[in-house]
């Protein structure tokens, strides 16, 4: 049968009280040493060679840059526009259902999918899969051309 205590709640046969303090049993926790500094680094050493370190890993990341030889367009588009960015109609399909969607780009690059207003399922709105299906699109793995069965096509 259970105990009632000060407090109003009961407690099962044989459960400790509460009344009498634990003893401490800290040093059971931790091994022995583990709050004590060791000797042969002081603190004041120990911060020195912290702050050489991040000093170090700072100047590691300023390092120069490659010089790259940037070259433009082969065949130059006129619809690219350096800084201005060029919007796609398109569809993305989740679960065999097309969701219409607007791409924006720049110089050739998708980097937005929201979602396109004159599209009767979707009104302008996206799931956050198609938010995601950008991430598709820079998949080193993803087919570079068209297939159909085992030959390229158009």
């Given at each position: ?45 120990f ?10 890993a ?25 800084g ?22 720049r ?38 051309a ?9």
């Amino acid at each position: 049968m259970r105990e009632v205590q000060k407090n109003g709640r009961t407690r099962p046969p044989g459960a400790p009280d509460g009344s009498a303090s634990r003893p401490n049993h800290s040093s059971d926790e931790f091994l022995p040493g583990a709050s004590e500094w060791p000797n042969d680094l002081s603190r004041r050493e120990f911060v020195r060679l912290s702050a050489a370190t991040l000093a170090l890993a700072g100047l590691g990341a300023c390092t120069k840059q490659p010089i790259e030889k940037i070259v433009p367009y082969v065949r130059e588009t006129p619809e690219i526009v350096p800084g201005k960015p060029l919007y796609f109609s398109s569809a993305a399909t989740f679960n065999g259902y097309a969701q219409g969607i607007i791409v924006k780009s720049r110089e050739g690059r998708p980097i937005k999918i929201e979602g396109n207003p004159d599209h009767s399922a979707s009104l302008g709105a996206t799931t956050i899969w198609a938010q995601a299906d950008l991430l598709d699109l820079y998949d080193p793995d993803r087919a570079q051309a068209v297939m159909h069965g085992e030959n390229i096509s158009t």
